[in-house]
């Protein structure tokens, strides 16, 4: 019969519509409760049309989600090196850049002129970059990632597209929380929380320590009376270049946190 | 509706080269540089030699047509065809090379149809001359187009250097914005006896010359009525195109004359910035082209690339594992696809929005799990030389770090499963039963748009719009590359090469995808932990050589020609990226098909086509 097929279709759309309503009344007031029903409508098990409530509501983006990048440096509270930038200008993600939006500026020291590890500046234009993820993938130090926040949009796309150093920079913390896991498989990866670099200057100087345990425990023993003057002397200046590390880095530390309250001061007053 | 598996007969390349050289001996000769393949035919000859590889040999299908500049090299220019028997087996690659200075070189439109538009492009971007071509004219650049742009010698506005990596990025990196250099005028070269005021009046004028006609409306008597005769401009901007693409129409009252479609409004020269880039710089930029089946396009790249790889040293082919999830995501993108051009079928027959949402409602968990995997939705970037970016998740996991999200997580294993086996095939059934028996949908398709077998295969057609008229060929089977070959799937195909015919066509597809996704599940829980991600580093040097690797898009057949050469230890840059796009070359077909129908049927034979402008237009 003529028709056949289109009343057919109707009652499936019918259908539709009443489960998207039985859900709604199933599910309801429980939606913004608990985060199981939320998976659960979401998920391969849905039913029914399902509408997250953007930009009151927004779906949390999965781990490997990835946005123009951004710069890790050690948390601005490290005990031991507060925001210590991570990269080390080798330039291999300006190279593999697809677009090549990453500008590099390598560090110099100004006295010798030798290129020093940390970046002089470091540009990214975001209008360029096109979410392609290398720069994180390749880059050997762990010194960039790709970030989560999507929401970039500003007013004026001549003056504020191109971030600058302290604009990209972040803390790993932050890495830590939006890709858990990701950043412990690369922890794991370089063989602690630290740097790569400083990861290898630990175990040099932990094998240098060993070795120098080794060595005295066997003298101390037949000749401990020409071993103890020296001790104290020794010690002494260690202590004083403790008190100077200590200083420095509560320095560095404040200067962390006054730079990130600035920025952060900056973009509420932009936004 | 028939299926049916193509025979995959090994036929030997070598013979059939033999026996061309053997008949031709003047004209034919191997081409022998390192690490190239097929014939050089002398251009003199070349329609004589084309007729014979089609009528003898039966390489009744061109892939692909392109032209390649060997400024710097040998100082000529060539152009490289690719043609394959539509009952499957490798390709007879021939050339015909010509001076630069006065590119020239015989039409083959009249062997194959399918080399119009293919020659079209080559002229446009080349400046090469096809003498006996019908409408040789530009069909990407706008005709005003100053130059060729393809050519070795031409840079564009913003050019910088000839290969990425710029030296001003790093070490001294200063930044500045491309833009500020380029002050409107500064930077782009016109010629200087130009007046752009006459430029869009004169193109626009050829057009409709081009088509026979005036813009006037003319008066027309046929069977008794009284008709008028008028070219109607569909496009550039018009919902039903998918973006912006053009078409002149002719009519006769309401039924096509003629059809000519315009197209290249989004024209990037992006097989430019191709050979600008390195070889890693282009898997990205592939997402760029298709942008609704991504993973399918870095998989036939990757492919190509892989081919000349495998000809140098230390080498390592991807692993089982990377092979069985490059298939898994090629085969959910190929679901991807067809969800979408069905629900925009529709949209365009007039359903608004209601079956198009339902698509949509499946493709987004698919999409959930590509962001899952690759970090994006849309631009995958997934394949990499040698296996992919990163194995599967162990979960679809996400992390609350915006005001307001909202938290999910999912076992990845657990939620393909439940979407290949369960999902997927019960919203599959109930699809069918929404779309298929609908009398409008019945009505509106059987019958039109019709595409005969011959034609299909003359036009070069590939993908659902070839399978929809007959003719059985998929590259999966006819040229099998990955894992396919030990997969048990068919291949449906049409008989009247309707619209209707390409809509279940399309709607079968999905169906043989879920029995393909559905063999991979075990093999994917047996592959655990075996290593995905590939040793080739960001720089890889690439074998000096040519290579076509082609794989069955969704749209069609997606093909990448790739040029190494000049550096002694492999160079770091494609010399030649050519992208044999499914979308542009079935748009060949489009005139024909339109021809005699009404007007409003021009809406649906383009959304039957199936084809996004991203890869239209390059
Ligand atoms: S690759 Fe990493 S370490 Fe090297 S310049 Fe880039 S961010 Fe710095
Ligand atoms: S994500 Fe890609 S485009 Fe963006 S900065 Fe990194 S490498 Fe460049």
Known sequence: MYGQGIAKGLWITFKHLVNTYVDDIRYAGRKYVSQDNFQVRQGPKSQGAYTVQYPDEKIAVPERFRFVPFRVDSDYDDPERPGQDWC????????????????????????????????EAFFIDIDICMNCGYCAEFCPFDAIKMDHDYELASYDRTSRHIYDKPKLSKELRYWKTIAPTRAVEEMEARGGWDHKDVQKEKAKAEKAAAAQKAAPAAPVQTNGGAASPAAPAAEAPAADDAEKIKAERLAKREAALARKRARDAEENGGA | MAIAVPQTTELDISQTIDWLKQKYPDAVHDDTRQGFGGVVVDKSMLVEVAQAIRDDLGFDYLSSATAVDYLGISDHMEMVYHAYRTTGGPALVFKAQTDREKAEIPSLVDVWLGADFQEREAYDLYGIQFSGHPNLKRILLWDGFNGYPMRKDWQEAYFEQEHKPFDSRWPGGWVHRAEEKNVYGKNVRYPDDIDLARLSDTSEATLYSGLGLGVDVQELESDGLQTDRLVVNLGPHHPSTHGVFRMIVSLNGETIETLEPVMGYLHRNHEKIGERNSFLHNIPFTDRLDYLSSMGNNFGYVLAVEQLLAQGARYQPPTYRAEVIRVLMAELTRIVNHLWSLGFLLNDLGAFFTPMLYANNEREKILDFFEATAGSRLMCNYMRFGGVFADLPERIHSVANLVNDKVRDYNTMEYLAQMITERLPRFLEEYGRLLVGNEILRERTINVGVLPH?????????????????????????????????????IPVGVNGDIYDRFMVRFQEIHESLRILKQLLPRLEQTKGEEVVTKVGHTPRVPVGEAYGRVENPKGELGFYVVSEGDEKGPQNPWRYHVRAPSFINLTALGPMCRGYKVADVVTVLGSIDIVLGETDR
Do not use: H, M
Not at chain 1, 92 to 119: E, F, L, S, Y
């Open chain 1, 88 to 119: 080390t200008s080798c330039g291999i993600c300006a190279k593999v850049c697809p677009p090549q939006c990453i500008w590099i500026v390598r560090g110099q020291d100004p006295n010798t002129g030798r290129p020093v590890p940390q970046p």
């Open chain 2, 454 to 490: 011959d034609l299909a295969i003359a036009l070069s057609t590939c993908g659902p719009l070839l399978r929809g008229s007959g003719v059985a060929y998929d590259v999966r089977r006819a040229d099998p590359y990955s894992i396919y070959p030990e997969l048990d799937f068919d």
